[in-house]
């Protein structure tokens, strides 16, 4: 445990060191495709009364200077399964973002969707006796909370303070500087499997690059998909990619949980490909000119040509409806969202004041998409594009470009974690805790 803080805090001291040089890269390490921004730091952090990532996002602070996108190679479910390959496409990404922003850049900060994230509540307390609080108390309240045994062979990725109790007031977002008797703290705890992150390490390592941070995906795409009010009141960010769906949840303008889904738009590539005897090329082809989940009378009467190069020529030119495509995709589809639902469940996401639901990433431009979610998930939903930044190229500002986006903010304005406070090390009961569910309905 105590290595793996000094692990986190030495990424946040190199990505502050970085910041100061002015340039930093992005990465997001996805199953179909891998995007690289490289940002320049002007120096001058905007100001505002309102210190949340999204009322920076449109400010100054950070600029893009360079986007490069390539496909995936050697990821599968949002883990790396080929080293070699994966090593190939990012290096692809990185030399372009670098040419078109005219700058090397040394270190990356980068995000992932795999790993099979596993969300933790915890809370502490402890007295004051009417003391100010500095950094040191607030230290000592996280240290305090029972750290859940979360298993062999997993890391944490995320461990942050999300609402702060002073006395008989709560919804704090930061104590420091103010007095009282009682403090008291609720945490997400966020766990991964280890293997996944240190071969994502190395991986970047071999592309001769610093790693000065790692966060989940589902994380940084709620960050960039969903508005303040979202972040706010309560809501779920669902980014659909193609070889896993990541599910986060927030509330007070943190998440409180995260969990995937090990399926995606590729699932429903495959379907096509096999349902139709044609590549996964083709496939992916037909699924983004026609696709859709909705069949309409229309849909009987237009014509989808399947073409070929096989040689058989009756079977070159074969045809199909788009009614019959939607059969093959809508199955796929609402598989996934019905796993999304039970993950949703399980957080207690029906306890939020707030249950707004937002569509994201490559896999939710299907068409008809955010009507099946609303119909499964629940009447709220829209679907959501990331913020849009300085700099941004129009080509990036699509919804699977969300994950991206998000970890730039993420890098430019970070929240609290665990390791920014000393926190002592020499006691963590190895008590387990219960999923986030009655942490949820108790706290918010």
Known sequence: MTELYQTQRAMRQMRRAAMQRGVIAILDIG??????LVLRFDGARPQSDDNSIGALAGQSGFR???AKTTRSR??????IEAMAETESAIRTALQGAQKMAEQRVDHVIACFSGGEPRSYGLDASIDLDGQVIREAEVA???ASCDVPDYGHGREVLHAQPVNFALDNRSGLGDPRGQLGQSLSVDMHMLTVDAGVVQTLARCIRRCDLE???IASSAYVSGIAALVEDEQELGAACIDMGGGSTGVSIFMKKHMIFSDCVRMGGDHVTGDISMGLSIPLVKAEEIKTRHGGVHATGMDDRDRIDLGGDTGDWEHDRRSISRAELIGIMRPRVEEILEEVRARLDAAGFEALPSQ????TGGGSQIPGLDGLAARILGQRVRLGRPL???GLPQAATGPGF?????????AAYPQDEWWDFEIPVDRYPARSFWRAVRWIQNNW
């Open 140 to 142: 000592q309240v996280l």
């Open 388 to 390: 849009r930044v300085h």
């Open 356 to 359: 707004q639901i937002v569509l």
């Open 31 to 36: 199953t179909t495709k891998i995007s690289c």
């Open 64 to 66: 893009v200077i360079g």
């Open 211 to 213: 790693l000065a941070g």
């Open 74 to 79: 050697g990821v599968r479910f949002g883990e």
């Open 402 to 410: 969300s994950g991206a986006v998000g970890l730039a903010l993420f």
